[in-house]
């Protein structure tokens, strides 16, 4: 038995301790409260609560630096889609369909052009995610946008991206059209704007990609989906005849298709799937669809960091950007508009509320990490307050999806850091991630 | 002269059905239009036509090509960045190429990886063109219907539609705007699109007889140009230069750096490499170019553009519905070069659809550099107190003509203009 056979398995008994039975709480919770976050990373922003802390005496909002993912879009892929409707068509035709099928399948035939070939694509529900972001950063920070203030957008040159960052800017603009804001998107910045990409010239192949078979983990993730998913539960709800599935491929994928398609649905917003699967079944794909990003993007300690560390790259960007618009007073505010993934890399590298953690018993796993974190139209901001009296006291506040969050750095004025404080703690931050992707670096 | 000429065409109102200045004499008063589509969008445009009496704007159907923008690839310039380091590390640059290189690598890293993006003038074009739509035609935008607008999913097209709208919100923010981009539109958006049923019939892009048949014509065109004339201010070996690639080849490489730097935010031109006469024959060799491989050539049998069935088809539906129903009172749409020029030749406009036999007269008739970066077909819908709608339309704001008996002036009954385009698509269909 070679060392990586070893490996093999004992991630296969890693995966087995994640003991069904026992469902962490602190996820589970949340998600009885708010279902949209068992949808995971396709779920819907939640727009409810923001953090309204009052800023220490003296201060006011002068700059903004700033990491947005896409708003709501259709499923990755169309074929999630179209396998979906398929499977259902054809089990229809062959009376292969219990009444609770036939129903569903009626319903999801009356629609099926608007998600046909749509796949990726902005929907309209998404743009209108800008536009409310854009105007609560403008209500919530007037001082940064002054009239004519300049601001800076760079998207990723992914069509959805490149129209959320429009939608964003249109936001804007309706709140105030003098604003002066220039907008880019362009494949010289995807090796920051999307670190994990083959843009990056860090990145191997073995890196790139969600599905990559070169993924140390897909062992894992194979073993845990076999003790959390009972595809045959849920198509023999739908189906009356579970081999005439099987046709199609493998269980486990086909049941991630329906779940897409349920999952994305309130993106666009064109029809309700929620009940096509139980609270239990959502929230043990979940927990799957968790460890993926977890192990793909996050701490996860079988990748050895190298994946989250690439993201350097654009924290690199946010601090270099900062002293130079800082020190020119040029810029109002840096907007980038990018994917759920990079937010994913920049949370760990920051150790976002102990997001940097590993976990091995990944029972315990939704605790620590959890990927409804980072929904469609999801944000990390960086809000630069200065001392009125004081033009170079500046401290700052930083947020995920408006609210605050704690980095572990010492500040007295929390949740406020001061800048020269968080500054060197980014710095210190590349340069573990950089030494991280060297070491990783394969010969 | 440029103002002379400027009264000319305003005085012929309705652009001439064939060019009134040679091609030649054209590239001479403006050594840019050489560039081909490469050309900027004309900062002068004449004056809308009045309306006829009794009618007034209600409705706009717009087709826009993307704003300027960076050469056709980031390869393009890392590649002259080691030709022109290969050969300065041979010591085979003359004085003036080696002048070029020096300003060359001061404008590289700003351009580096751009290859293909809008640049900021691209996007100021955009707004002056939304701007005079506004001025010209506030009757449409005073009525309740709602913008549409689409992309081709390539980014700059959509920055180009994101610069148009939000111009739009600055001048109006009560307007209902609405964008919208993906695959599925790109079979009409972009009619050389793998999802156009009709471009999977004529594969312009593949190796074919009928490319060959081009590169055979154009060899005349080629043969106009005095390469090592050219080449020769540059290297001071012929030798040299022909062992890095064939001397026309290497030519174009200077030819679409200079032309493409026009377009982007810079001071800096190349065109001091080229004397107006080398430009106006390098120019008729992309001309040709694109005549044939999505013009009015003979060599696909009109299938090349008739592909674009799917944009007029579009266009025609549009404009039924959003007449009917009243809800949409502008449609925008941005694309690219590859679908004006197959519209204009499908819709027979002026002599776009014209085809040419000898490939040197190609120019007296069909001039590339005419769809320009941000060039724009725009039909305006006109309406009387009873009801009948007559439509003009437009090429980069210029009023055009039709094969049909048009009511006054530029202005075509709707029901005759529409006839016209559905027995083009029939046309099209036919083909296929």
């Not at chain 1, 709501?72 to 999630?80: G, K, L």
């Not at chain 2, 004309?42 to 706009?60: L, R």
């Not at chain 2, 506030?138 to 219907?145: A, D, I, S, Y």
């Not at chain 2, 088809?313 to 694309?335: E, P, S």
């Amino acid at each position: 038995m070679n060392k990586s056979s070893i490996i093999k398995v004992l991630m296969a008994i890693s995966g087995l301790l994640f003991s069904v039975s026992s469902f962490a709480q602190k996820a589970y919770e949340e998600i009885k409260a708010d279902p949209q976050k068992a949808y995971g990373i396709y779920g819907l922003y939640s727009f409810t609560s923001v953090s309204n802390a009052i800023p220490p005496k003296g201060y006011e909002p002068f700059y903004i630096s700033h990491f947005g993912r896409h708003g709501a879009r259709f499923a990755s892929s169309s074929s999630f889609y179209l396998k979906a409707h398929t499977m259902l068509s054809k089990a229809h035709s062959a009376g292969k369909l219990t009444p609770i099928g036939e129903e569903i399948c009626h319903r999801y035939d009356s629609v099926y052009l608007k998600y046909l070939n749509r796949g990726g694509d902005l929907t309209q529900i998404g743009q209108w995610q800008q536009h409310e972001l854009a105007s609560r950063m403008y209500e919530n920070y007037r001082s940064v946008f002054y009239k004519g203030a300049k601001i800076d957008a760079h998207s990723s040159n992914v069509p959805r991206c490149v129209m959320t960052m429009s939608a964003f800017c249109d936001g804007l603009k309706l709140e105030d059209p003098t604003l002066d804001i220039s907008q880019a998107s362009a494949l010289a910045t995807m090796y920051y704007m999307l670190p994990t990409s083959e843009y990056n010239p860090e990145v191997t192949s073995a890196d790139a990609g969600m599905d990559n078979p070169a993924f140390v983990w897909n062992a894992t993730l194979d073993s845990l989906q076999r003790t959390l998913l009972r595809p045959e539960e849920f198509f023999g709800r739908i189906f009356n005849d579970v081999d005439f599935v099987k046709k199609y491929g493998n269980l486990y994928d086909l049941e991630y298709s329906f779940y897409v398609l349920v999952a994305t649905s309130p993106c666009s917003g064109y029809a309700d799937f929620s009940d096509m699967f139980t609270f239990d079944e959502l929230y043990r794909i979940w927990q799957r669809d968790n460890f993926r990003y977890y192990a793909s993007k996050g701490p996860d300690p079988r990748q050895g960091g190298r994946q989250w560390a690439f993201a350097w790259t654009l924290m690199d960007n946010i601090v270099s950007q900062a002293d130079q618009d800082l020190a020119s007073g040029e810029y109002a505010a840096r907007l980038r508009f990018g994917h759920d993934i990079t937010i994913m890399n920049l949370m760990t590298l920051l150790n976002v509320d102990g997001w940097s953690t590993p976990v091995w018993n990944l029972s315990k796993l939704p605790d620590t990490w959890q990927s409804y974190r980072v929904p469609m139209a999801s944000n990390l901001q960086f809000i630069f307050y200065r001392k009125k009296s004081d033009p170079d006291d500046i401290i700052v506040r930083f947020m995920n999806n408006e609210k605050d969050v704690f980095l572990p750095i010492h500040s007295d004025i929390a949740p406020y850091y001061h800048w020269t404080d968080l500054k060197a703690y980014c710095q210190q931050r590349i340069a573990v991630a950089k030494d991280i992707v060297k070491r990783t670096q394969p010969v | 002269m440029k103002r002379f000429l400027i009264i000319l065409a305003i005085s012929f109102g309705v652009a001439a059905t064939s060019y009134a200045q040679s091609a030649y004499d054209e590239i001479k008063a403006d050594p840019f239009k050489a560039g081909g589509e490469y050309n900027m969008y004309p900062e002068n445009v004449p004056a809308a036509t009045p309306a006829p009496k009794g009618y007034k704007p209600f409705y706009i159907s717009h087709f826009g090509r993307h704003g300027a923008r960076y050469t056709y690839s980031s390869d393009a310039y890392d590649h002259m960045k080691s030709i022109l380091d290969d050969a300065h590390s041979a010591g085979k640059l003359t004085p003036k190429g080696e002048d070029i290189r020096t300003r060359f690598d001061a404008l590289y890293p700003s351009v580096k990886g751009r290859g293909g993006d809008l640049s900021q003038k691209g996007q100021a074009q955009q707004r002056a063109i939304a701007d005079r739509m506004f001025e010209r035609y506030p009757q449409v935008f005073r009525h309740k219907g709602c913008i549409s607008a689409v992309s081709s999913v390539v980014p700059r097209c959509i920055l180009t539609m994101s610069a148009f709208t939000s111009e739009m919100i600055r001048l109006n923010q009560d307007m209902d705007i609405r964008t919208d981009t993906g695959e599925s539109f790109m079979a009409f958006m972009s009619p050389q699109s793998e999802t156009n049923p009709g471009y999977q019939k004529v594969r312009l892009f593949d190796k074919s007889p009928q490319r060959d048949s081009i590169d055979k014509d154009k060899a005349v065109l080629l043969a106009q140009c005095d390469f090592p004339a050219i080449l020769s201010r540059i290297f001071n070996d012929m030798d040299y230069a022909r062992s890095i690639k064939s001397l026309d080849r290497l030519t174009f490489d200077f030819y679409y750096l200079a032309v493409s730097t026009n377009c982007i935010d810079t001071k800096e031109s190349f065109m001091d490499i080229f004397t107006t006469d080398e430009l106006c024959k390098l120019w008729e060799c992309p001309n040709f170019d694109v005549y044939s491989l999505i013009g009015p050539g003979k060599y696909f049998g009109d299938r090349q553009y008739a592909i674009c069935d799917t944009l007029l088809n579009v266009i025609i539906h549009d404009a039924d519905k959003d007449i009917a129903d009243g809800k949409t009172a502008v449609r925008l749409r941005f694309g690219h070069d590859y679908g004006i020029i197959p519209l204009l030749a499908l819709m027979q406009v002026g002599e776009w659809g014209k085809t040419i036999d000898n490939p040197l007269a190609v120019k007296d008739f069909w001039r590339n550099y005419d769809v320009p970066m941000a060039s724009n077909v725009q039909l305006i819908f006109y309406r009387n107190r009873i009801g009948k709608i007559l439509v003009k339309m437009m090429l980069n704001e210029k009023d055009v003509t039709l094969p049909i008996k048009s009511v006054t002036g530029p202005f075509y009954s709707w029901d005759a203009f529409r006839q016209h385009c559905i027995e083009r698509v029939k046309f099209a269909e036919g083909l296929f």
